[in-house]
């Protein structure tokens, strides 16, 4: 029976002191040291000191000496383990504890000058601490080996003991750096344990820490202690069998039926680790310490210092967790052994939360956001080596890796022109051409292609498009480069993460916007008459704004990172230069025929450019020194340019980030907008400097003015006021650039029937919708407000009533406000537009249109009725943006430059035909109006002038329709019921009409206005009878006319010939002659 006595230490000053004990005895004084084992049964003060008895009693036998050694060593320490001894460390304690020991003993004899003695010691040591090693996996590995320990329970030492190991002093708010139960890890102990073994002993050991590490950081957010956790798997994978064992694990990829994105985020060994946050999560899966409660919580009452020291921390800590992902990451990649697992599990994780680009996404079937997001930044960095400023490994992108790759599906995202039907096509055609040249290779090349398959990554996915077979499913597999997996696994996932998040803060916003709004409202109806409900309803929308304010900061905290900004805005501007490259490069104009490359690629990879770019806007800082020439180009590329972007709203996207640089630009010089002026002058010299810019940014910004007028959208009629506000705002900014003015006026010139018709013709139909809409709705406003103003009968309302009303009264200022923004920006556009392009405007197809917009909207600003739009509170004007002073005189304008450049004299006749507005007195009471107001002199007299011409042009009509008296039905045109000059048959409906009607009518609508079939003008025919006919008519009856005349002038005549000879025979007669 071994026995735990005491032994009197024995230290290295008494080696230093009896230097005549031999080697052996050296070696035996320090073997007992390390192990805390007696062979003789001397007394030990240290209670943790065993006597192996029969250990030694079996070595007496043996004739060998009571002396520990290195051939003894594993024996002794078998039968140290295998029996329990009162006071002595368990297993796993007492292995560390023999390891630590042999560290310090390693310390002591390097001191010793006998250079042999020492090396002899060393390697003493080295075997103790292997021995030590190995028994501590051993006990670990195969829990029933030893009787003296649970190796099982002593599994879960392992993991605090590597967390004493790897700790720090900034590891998370709440975080403990304690041991295993006390017990600190001595130096080299956890290299050697996880170094020198193979990955079967090591399995279950993995097993279990890796499920340890997972747990330790479940529903940790960005204020835990998630960094010690981290740590520990930075280490761990740093040993080639860990990290076998890692992606070997069970849980690496969880698998079964059940599996989706939330799954694979909080069971998968990875997925925690991605899950830590900043960014809010639904209430189930909320991570704690609670952020917004903890950094954020009523934050309007804070300093701004103290908020901006609880971002800059969220920042640090989060840009903690990237970078340990990375590594884990690079770690696994950089493993020949692991990378295939690694790529899988993130083609596993984008396929398990496809859905994440949904508008709504279930919680409980995809990933949080904090996961997609942080996993974006962690594959934004592993995009870095590829994204140098001149993108020299941009070859490596293969676009056929969209088609034929085995992991991520593709094919099946909407793409930029291509429909699917187009896809499946090409696709088919394009492995039926290269099966076939298979069959003509050399043998060498079939042995080579039959190596690659042998060696490819992954199985082919089943095809989303049934039409088509990816080439891997018909025999022959590709295998790409890592730097195209990684590209195109990264836009994926920023399109599902990165991009998300945006979309996520923009409606966030909104909806905090909204509810203060609401608030607004609400609080001012307490005024009207309070109730319980009403108070209720208050007391929720400010519990619901401080959660979004809280919700908003988290997301600033963790997305307003100027660093993470510019690695997404260089991995897009390698996207970006990439597209390009499929079409030929950055030149125009494009090819007539969009190759199908590109037709074919994912339109979310443009979308993606677009809102990553318009969300940089709001951090101008992330822009600065960064290269945005490519992105300019491309735009003006691509935005007028249907036929290789089907989407209109993609390319109003575009010009939405156009709009915000322009705002940049502007506030060049300006120190409040804190837009550092190296950025604005940047974008302001793209502006205007640029080549492609100064050729086609005009000529395309018209292009899309007219094209967006038709999306396809339900909503389309709305949408287009607002994709136009932006093109308008970016036109009406390039006017007053020179050399864009000049472009301008040339597209005016060669496009005169053609483009720029056609944007002349849907600003006035916007002019006149919007400003109708608008100054209607102002009695309407001006109605409620005189009901609020008659107070007693106000009171004597229901509550209910008076709160709808006030509602009503509200929604009706805001459309005022909306319509009334609009409408400015596009009589604005008429206005500088006109004075130097006046020649549209007179066409025949477009003057009527012109005349009658101007006057109706004379008729409100100058007519009788205009004292229906005068508000009691100045104010109003200004919340409006209604200026009717200004509006009047940019209509004046407006009159003034047509008829400035009308050289035929047909604008005059034009007013004067518009039988809705126009009268004689308009104009008179117009220039009455336009002389309080102090408009110019020289524009009073000319619109004077031209009221003048008008006046003299209707009595000019007048005596026509005198003329022709009853016209013939088949002579007048059906729509408008004038006398035709130019009748035209239209093909399908086959019905005459006048040919400047139905091309005003073509402006707006390419259709038969008869029967809706399709119809553009080289469409028209011409009816050369009818013509005649008419011209005949006219001719007849003015030669009818002209009859008339003469004979009542021959009858007038004669009367007077009458009349005078009857005078001087009366006056002549003298009856004194008779």
Same mark, same amino acid.
């Given at each position: ?223 835990g202690n998630f960094q010690q956790p981290l740590r520990a798997l930075m280490m761990l994978v740093t040993f080639p069998n860990c990290a076998k064992c890692l992606v070997a694990n069970r849980w690496w990829i969880p698998k079964g039926a059940y599996v989706n994105g939330r799954v694979m985020e ?50 640090? !800590? ?179 993460? &990165? ?79 990439? &597209? ?25 990879? !443009? ?24 992105? &300019? ?216 249109? !012109? ?224």
């Open positions: 029976m071994q026995k735990a006595l005491s032994q009197p230490p024995t230290g290295s000053a008494m080696l230093a002191q009896k230097p005549q004990k031999t080697p052996a005895e050296i070696e035996d004084i320090i073997l007992r040291k390390i192990f805390l084992i007696s062979l003789t049964g001397s007394a030990s003060s240290d209670p943790k000191v065993v006597y192996l008895e029969l250990t030694a009693a079996e070595i007496l036998s043996e004739g060998r000496p009571l002396l520990l050694c290195r051939d003894l060593l594993e024996r002794v320490l078998i039968d140290r383990l295998s029996q329990n001894f009162p006071g002595a460390d368990p297993p796993f304690h007492y292995l560390v504890g023999c390891y630590r020991r042999a560290y310090e003993e390693g310390k002591k004899v390097g001191s010793m000058k006998d250079k042999g003695l020492r090396s002899e010691m060393e390697s003493v040591i080295r075997q103790a601490k292997k021995l030590a090693v190995s028994y501590c996996r051993i006990h670990l590995g195969i829990p029933d080996t030893f009787a003296s320990g649970d190796g099982v329970k002593d599994r879960k030492l392992l993991l605090p003991l590597i967390f004493s190991e790897v700790s720090s002093a900034v590891d998370g708010f709440g975080g403990s750096s304690s041991g295993a139960g006390g017990l600190s890890c001595p130096p080299g102990f956890l290299e050697e344990f996880f170094r020198d073994s193979d990955s079967d002993s090591l399995e279950p050991i993995l097993s279990d820490l890796y499920d340890g590490l997972r747990h330790s950081v479940l529903n940790v957010s960005a204020l909080m069971t998968s060994i990875l997925g925690p680790f991605f899950h830590v946050s900043a960014l809010p999560d639904p209430g189930i899966f909320k991570s704690q310490p609670d952020v917004g409660q903890q950094c954020f919580s009523e934050a309007s009452t804070r300093r701004p210092a103290d908020l901006m020291s609880s971002l800059t921390t969220i920042r640090t !800590v989060m840009n903690n967790l990237y970078d340990g992902l990375r590594e884990v990451l690079l770690a696994l990649l950089k493993n020949t052994d692991t990378r295939e697992s690694v790529l899988e599990y993130l083609a596993e994780l984008i396929k398990r939360n496809a859905s994440r680009s949904h508008i709504q996404v279930d919680p409980l079937s995809c990933a949080s956001s904090g996961m997609f997001f942080n996993f974006s930044a962690v594959m934004l960095q592993l995009c870095e080596p590829f994204l140098d400023a001149n993108l020299t490994k941009r070859d490596k992108i293969d676009p056929k890796y969209v088609f034929y790759n085995s992991r991520l599906d593709l094919r099946g995202l909407t793409a930029l022109h291509a429909s699917s039907e187009e896809v499946a096509a090409w696709i088919g055609k394009d492995n039926c051409e290269k099966i076939d040249g298979l069959s003509h290779r050399s043998d060498e090349e079939n042995r080579l292609l039959q190596s690659q398959e042998a060696t490819s990554s992954g199985n082919s996915t089943s095809s989303v498009l049934s039409k088509a077979k990816p080439l891997s499913s018909c025999g022959v597999k590709n295998k790409y480069p890592f730097i195209c997996e990684c590209f195109f696994m990264t836009a994926r996932v920023l399109n599902l993460g &990165l991009l998300k998040a945006f979309s996520d803060f923009k409606h966030l916003d909104q909806d905090l916007s909204r509810c203060k709004e609401t608030l607004s409202t609400l609080k001012a109806m307490q005024g009207q008459g309070a109730s319980p409900q009403l108070e209720l309803d208050i007391a929720r929308l400010e519990k619901e704004i401080e959660l979004y304010s809280q919700e908003k900061l988290c997301y600033e905290a963790q997305m307003m990172d100027g660093a993470l900004l510019q690695r997404a805005l260089s991995f897009y501007r390698l996207m970006v230069v990439w &597209l390009v490259g499929l079409v030929g490069g950055f030149k125009m104009p494009l090819p007539s025929q969009c190759p199908m490359e590109f037709a074919c690629m994912p339109e979310h990879f !443009v979308e993606d450019v677009m809102e990553l770019l318009i969300f940089a806007c709001r951090f101008p800082k992330a822009l600065d020194g960064f290269m945005l020439e490519e992105f &300019l180009n491309f735009i003006i590329m691509f935005m007028a340019s249907p036929s290789y972007v089907r989407n209109p709203y993609l390319r109003a996207k575009m010009v939405e980030v156009l709009n915000y640089w322009m705002q940049i630009s502007r506030s060049s010089g300006s120190l409040s907008s804190g837009i550092p002026s190296s950025i604005s002058s940047a974008i302001l010299a793209l502006f205007e400097g640029n080549q492609l810019a100064l050729e086609y940014l005009v000529r395309n910004l018209l292009n899309l003015y007219v094209d967006i007028e038709f999306t396809g959208s339900h909503t389309q009629f709305y949408d287009k006021f607002n994709i136009r506000h932006n093109i308008a705002e970016l036109l009406e900014y390039l006017w007053n650039v020179p050399s864009h003015c000049n472009a301008w006026r040339q597209i005016a010139r060669e496009e005169e029937k053609g483009v720029y018709l056609n944007f002349l013709n849907f600003l006035i139909n916007d002019s006149i919708y919007l400003l109708d809409e608008s100054l209607n709705k102002i009695p309407e406003v001006k109605g409620i407000e005189a009901e609020m103003a008659n107070t007693a009968e106000w009171e004597r309302r229901p509550a209910q009533e008076r709160q709808d009303r006030t509602r009503l009264f509200h929604s009706l200022e805001n459309i005022i406000r909306i319509d009334m923004k609009l409408a400015n920006e596009d009589i604005g556009m008429l206005v500088f537009t006109s004075e130097q392009i006046s020649a549209p405007f007179l066409l025949p197809e477009m003057v009527d249109r !012109v005349a009658s917009m101007l006057n109706y909207f004379l008729l409100q600003l100058a007519g009788p009725q205009r004292n229906t739009l005068t508000l009691k509170d100045p104010k109003k004007y200004d919340t409006y943006g209604f200026q009717p002073k200004e509006l009047l005189k940019k209509i004046v304008r407006i009159y003034v430059h047509v008829a400035r450049g009308d050289k035929e004299n047909v604008f005059p006749s034009a007013i004067s035909k518009d039988g809705r507005s126009y009268n004689e007195q308009l104009f008179a009471d117009a220039t009455d109006v336009l002389r309080k107001i102090g408009e110019d002199i020289r524009v009073i007299q000319e619109f004077v002038e031209l009221g003048a011409k008008a006046k003299m042009a209707a009595s000019d009509a007048m005596d026509i329709e005198a003329v022709l008296g009853e016209i013939p039905d088949e002579f007048l045109d059906p729509i408008q019921y004038t006398l035709m000059k130019d009748p035209v048959i239209l093909p399908s409906s086959r019905i005459t009409v006048d040919r400047p009607v139905i091309q005003r009518h073509l402006l707006s609508d390419n259709s038969d206005p008869f029967n809706r079939s399709h119809l553009t003008q080289d469409m028209l025919i011409p009816d050369v009878e009818l013509k005649a006919r008419i011209e005949e008519f006219v001719r007849a009856q003015e030669l009818k006319k002209q009859s008339q005349g003469l004979a009542l002038d021959m009858q007038s005549s004669e009367v007077d010939f009458q009349n005078t000879k009857g005078k001087i025979t009366s006056a002549d007669w003298n009856p004194m002659e008779q």
